[in-house]
């Protein structure tokens, strides 16, 4: 390893960094340059809404003038509202053989969701709600503002579960606040077998004799807490926010790092979607689609008492046409995993929650990465051999990358003995031209590429970008264990410490020590066969020392397999080197390889006659200076 690939390795390992302190920068300046600008939107929205309920209060006003009950009628005398208003919780449950959903009579709304298939770290039944502070409700305006979060809805079928077996095709339960003997709100979810999406019928029927007629919409309110269902508050928590997605158009995220983010939408929105690390709760909406909403993503402390992550809320508006005395809005809500090929089955952009990577490392993991995984777990059921596998695949695609980079390495520390000779010929600081003039002949006299061990790394750098994204998104390994660690979507501990370390945690992840401990072997190894020039002052200490330290910390607290992956990584690639050193092109081999190439006549590109012909024009006015003096 050579100046230059010793530069590449600083150069990955800056972009790296780099590109994750830009990145972070970026978001947060695109949010906070459109909630400034969405703030003036926000403030007339909010007088619309004002200007509304005070023309509705004067047509109250006037209607009760004239005596005239055509309009509407006075709502809060309904016996049938007092009723629901002092009706007690009562419970129902719909379910397949994927999920249970159990639903409160108290504002007809999803009271619990249980994926059967799943349970949290700890063996626990995996609820991804379950707390009186849901909400599901239909605001809106009729002589005061309504939310049937405060009544409580009856079933039109008597039965309090409804089983949705293999050979059903779909069965619902429905719910039904009623108004009057002929005006009601509907809810009715209907459940397939084998799927995760739910269907929810929102209906209101014979609400246009209460809502005043100037009323174009009725607010839908969703809010959700998020509990913590993985090993790791921090982790899960950076992994959980809430998403929406404009019909036909891109996926927007909240803040995932925020403590507190809001969200003012101005626009239709398709879907909006409470995601945590490996599941979802999606509510989409097929035609209407949701108006102006409200977003809002709070985070709780970490070891609250309720072990929850997040407060997620969705204020949205569904279009109200008051000529219509039935309004109709089909929903559907998804409770599920966050499997990629899962949640694009739903051809709703689902998997863009899946956090991929964009541009090119997106393109690698769903095109390349993922079919392999898939391929491979189909025959192998132990993730750690799978990873070890793909890990091998891998590196054999990338080996004609590896081999050059080696071959060029090898062939600069060949060259340096000539190399020292140049260097001893042109001592002084004023020949530093003719010395890289002769440096470069020389390089080219033997088929040495300058290049040829930092660009083949360069190229690589896609590769580890997918791979960093990769692992920690993919519930495949989720609670999948392999050797010391118990779940490989996680970090892996071999101590627990009563103490917590700044930036490195209160654990000790052995996969990330023997990541560490290859990466120093890399880099000995890649000192050994520097070559031509002197190294920097303080290359070698940040190669050989800081680096393998400075991952020691960044990667304790992240996902054991993706550690592994590096890890063994690392590890063929040293294998890969030894076994070229030794027996696939050994220094004999190349050094006669190079005579060979010295003997053949010189041929140079384009870019070298240029470069040249430059350095022989910088040379020429180099020696007229002095005579321009004298």
């Given at each position: 390893?050579?100046?230059?690939?010793?530069?590449?390795?600083?150069?990955?390992a800056a972009i790296l960094i780099g590109f994750g302190i830009y990145n972070s920068n970026q978001v947060e300046e695109y949010n906070r340059?459109?909630k400034v600008q969405d703030s003036i939107a926000y403030v007339e929205y909010q007088k619309r809404l004002e200007e509304e309920q005070k023309?509705?209060?004067?047509?109250?006003?006037?209607?009760?003038?004239?005596?005239?009950?055509?309009?509407?009628?006075?709502?809060?005398?309904?016996?049938?509202?007092?009723?629901?208003?002092?009706?007690?919780?009562?419970?129902?449950?719909?379910?397949?053989?994927?999920?249970?959903?159990?639903?409160?009579?108290?504002?007809?709304?999803?009271?619990?969701?249980?994926?059967?298939?799943?349970?949290?770290?700890?063996?626990?039944?995996?609820?991804?709600?379950?707390?009186?502070?849901?909400?599901?409700?239909?605001?809106?305006?009729?002589?005061?503002?309504?939310?049937?979060?405060?009544?409580?809805?009856?079933?039109?079928?008597?039965?309090?579960?409804?089983?949705?077996?293999?050979?059903?095709?779909?069965?619902?339960?429905?719910?039904?606040?009623?108004?009057?003997?002929?005006?009601?709100?509907?809810?009715?979810?209907?459940?397939?077998?084998?799927?995760?999406?739910?269907?929810?019928?929102?209906?209101?029927?014979?609400?246009?004799?209460?809502?005043?007629?100037?009323?174009?919409?009725?607010?839908?309110?969703?809010?959700?807490?998020?509990?913590?269902?993985?090993?790791?508050?921090?982790?899960?928590?950076?992994?959980?926010?809430?998403?929406?997605?404009?019909?036909?158009?891109?996926?927007?995220?909240?803040?995932?790092?925020?403590?507190?983010?809001?969200?003012?939408?101005?626009?239709?929105?398709?879907?909006?979607?409470?995601?945590?690390?490996?599941?979802?709760?999606?509510?989409?909406?097929?035609?209407?689609?949701?108006?102006?909403?409200?977003?809002?993503?709070?985070?709780?402390?970490?070891?609250?008492?309720?072990?929850?992550?997040?407060?997620?809320?969705?204020?949205?508006?569904?279009?109200?046409?008051?000529?219509?005395?039935?309004?109709?809005?089909?929903?559907?809500?998804?409770?599920?995993?966050?499997?990629?090929?899962?949640?694009?089955?739903?051809?709703?952009?689902?998997?863009?929650?899946?956090?991929?990577?964009?541009?090119?490392?997106?393109?690698?993991?769903?095109?390349?990465?993922?079919?392999?995984?898939?391929?491979?777990?189909?025959?192998?059921?132990?993730?750690?051999?799978?990873?070890?596998?793909?890990?091998?695949?891998?590196?054999?695609?990338?080996?004609?990358?590896?081999?050059?980079?080696?071959?060029?390495?090898?062939?600069?520390?060949?060259?340096?003995?000539?190399?020292?000779?140049?260097?001893?010929?042109?001592?002084?600081?004023?020949?530093?031209?003719?010395?890289?003039?002769?440096?470069?002949?020389?390089?080219?006299?033997?088929?040495?590429?300058?290049?040829?061990?930092?660009?083949?790394?360069?190229?690589?750098?896609?590769?580890?970008?997918?791979?960093?994204?990769?692992?920690?998104?993919?519930?495949?390994?989720?609670?999948?264990?392999?050797?010391?660690?118990?779940?490989?979507?996680?970090?892996?501990?071999?101590?627990?410490?009563?103490?917590?370390?700044?930036?490195?945690?209160?654990?000790?992840?052995?996969?990330?020590?023997?990541?560490?401990?290859?990466?120093?072997?890399?880099?000995?190894?890649?000192?050994?066969?520097?070559?031509?020039?002197?190294?920097?002052?303080?290359?070698?200490?940040?190669?050989?020392?800081?680096?393998?330290?400075?991952?020691?910390?960044?990667?304790?607290?992240?996902?054991?397999?993706?550690?592994?992956?590096?890890?063994?990584?690392?590890?063929?690639?040293?294998?890969?080197?030894?076994?070229?050193?030794?027996?696939?092109?050994?220094?004999k081999t190349l050094l006669a390889q190079m005579h060979a190439k010295a003997k053949e006549a010189p041929k140079k590109s384009k870019f070298?006659?240029?470069?040249?012909?430059?350095?022989?024009?910088?040379?020429?006015?180099?020696?007229?200076?002095?005579?321009?003096?004298?």
């Amino acid at each position: 390893m050579d100046k230059n690939t010793i530069l590449g390795l600083v150069i990955i390992a800056a972009i790296l960094i780099g590109f994750g302190i830009y990145n972070s920068n970026q978001v947060e300046e695109y949010n906070r340059q459109k909630k400034v600008q969405d703030s003036i939107a926000y403030v007339e929205y909010q007088k619309r809404l004002e200007e509304e309920q005070k023309n509705a209060l004067v047509a109250i006003a006037d209607s009760t003038i004239q005596q005239n009950s055509t309009e509407y009628a006075p709502l809060y005398q309904s016996s049938y509202l007092n009723e629901a208003a002092e009706a007690s919780q009562e419970f129902y449950t719909i379910e397949n053989d994927l999920l249970k959903l159990t639903i409160s009579s108290k504002g007809g709304r999803v009271y619990s969701a249980e994926l059967k298939e799943y349970t949290k770290y700890g063996g626990s039944p995996l609820l991804l709600l379950d707390d009186d502070n849901n909400k599901f409700a239909i605001d809106f305006y009729a002589n005061q503002m309504l939310s049937t979060s405060d009544f409580s809805f009856a079933p039109l079928a008597n039965t309090k579960n409804v089983v949705v077996n293999e050979n059903d095709t779909l069965k619902y339960l429905s719910l039904r606040l009623h108004i009057d003997s002929l005006s009601y709100i509907e809810y009715t979810y209907g459940m397939r077998p084998n799927d995760y999406m739910v269907d929810l019928d929102v209906k209101l029927v014979g609400l246009d004799k209460y809502i005043p007629r100037n009323a174009t919409s009725v607010d839908l309110r969703w809010e959700q807490n998020a509990p913590a269902l993985e090993k790791g508050f921090r982790n899960e928590s950076t992994n959980t926010t809430l998403a929406y997605r404009f019909p036909n158009s891109s996926v927007e995220e909240l803040s995932a790092t925020s403590e507190n983010d809001t969200q003012s939408v101005k626009n239709k929105v398709q879907w909006v979607a409470f995601k945590q690390q490996f599941f979802s709760t999606i509510l989409t909406s097929k035609e209407p689609y949701f108006l102006n909403a409200e977003l809002a993503s709070i985070a709780f402390p970490e070891n609250n008492a309720d072990s929850l992550i997040k407060h997620f809320s969705a204020t949205m508006q569904l279009p109200y046409n008051p000529n219509q005395s039935i309004q109709h809005y089909p929903l559907s809500i998804f409770y599920g995993p966050n499997g990629y090929r899962l949640l694009r089955s739903y051809d709703q952009d689902f998997q863009e929650l899946v956090p991929l990577g964009g541009w090119a490392f997106g393109w690698i993991n769903r095109w390349v990465i993922i079919p392999i995984f898939d391929f491979l777990s189909r025959f192998i059921s132990n993730y750690g051999l799978i990873i070890l596998l793909l890990t091998i695949i891998i590196k054999i695609l990338l080996f004609p990358l590896t081999r050059k980079s080696y071959i060029s390495t090898a062939k600069m520390k060949l060259l340096k003995p000539e190399i020292e000779k140049i260097a001893a010929k042109y001592p002084k600081k004023e020949d530093a031209m003719k010395k890289q003039q002769e440096t470069m002949g020389l390089y080219r006299k033997y088929g040495v590429n300058m290049m040829g061990g930092c660009l083949p790394m360069l190229l690589q750098l896609p590769i580890l970008f997918a791979m960093f994204r990769f692992f920690p998104a993919s519930i495949e390994l989720r609670q999948q264990s392999f050797l010391w660690a118990d779940d490989l979507s996680s970090y892996d501990s071999i101590l627990d410490l009563p103490f917590n370390i700044p930036m490195y945690g209160s654990h000790i992840s052995l996969f990330t020590i023997l990541m560490a401990v290859t990466m120093f072997i890399t880099s000995k190894h890649g000192m050994q066969q520097q070559a031509s020039t002197q190294q920097a002052p303080g290359m070698k200490f940040m190669m050989l020392y800081f680096m393998p330290i400075f991952m020691l910390f960044i990667f304790n607290n992240l996902s054991s397999a993706l550690v592994y992956y590096y890890f063994l990584a690392n590890l063929i690639t040293i294998l890969q080197n030894w076994v070229t050193r030794k027996w696939i092109v050994t220094d004999k081999t190349l050094l006669a390889q190079m005579h060979a190439k010295a003997k053949e006549a010189p041929k140079k590109s384009k870019f070298q006659q240029r470069l040249e012909d430059l350095q022989k024009k910088q040379a020429e006015m180099q020696r007229q200076q002095p005579k321009k003096k004298r």
